[in-house]
């Protein structure tokens, strides 16, 4: 059993940054932690994922370059700086864990937070 914890979400304007964070417990040593968002009306969207085993990353093209994951095992947490924020980027983000170390899709995460909201806008 794996229980996430999301944080560190708000109002931010155009052009800034967030950092969100993920708080782990359970057993996650084998789990890909996956970040997803959700927009009003639309469907949830991969952001980019990091296994919690190799440390490798993976992100989606609309977020490559401005948002990067990472992990602090001794913390068991997970990261998700935003940098270069725009306002499309508005929505609710969750993380997600699951055995499926390539997965972007949410089918393929059985463990979720309850999602924290970002708004960008001026």
């Known amino acids: 059993q794996v229980q996430l914890v999301e944080s560190g979400g708000g109002l931010v304007q155009p052009g800034g940054s967030l950092r969100l964070s993920c708080a782990a417990s359970?057993?996650?040593?084998?789990?890909?932690m996956g970040w997803f968002r959700q927009a009003p009306g639309k469907e949830r969207e991969f952001v980019g994922r990091?296994?919690?085993?190799?440390?490798?990353?993976y992100y989606a093209d609309s977020v490559k370059g401005r948002f990067t994951i990472s992990r602090d095992n001794a913390k068991n947490t997970v990261y998700l700086q935003m940098n270069s924020l725009k306002p499309e980027d508005t929505a609710v983000y969750y993380c997600?864990?699951?055995?499926?170390?390539?997965?972007?899709?949410?089918?393929?995460?059985?463990?979720w937070g309850q999602g924290t909201q970002v708004t960008v806008s001026s």
């Open positions: 990091i296994s919690w085993s190799t440390d490798s990353t």
């Open positions: 359970g057993r996650t040593f084998s789990y890909a």
């Open positions: 997600a864990a699951g055995p499926y170390i390539l997965g972007s899709r949410p089918h393929e995460y059985n463990y």
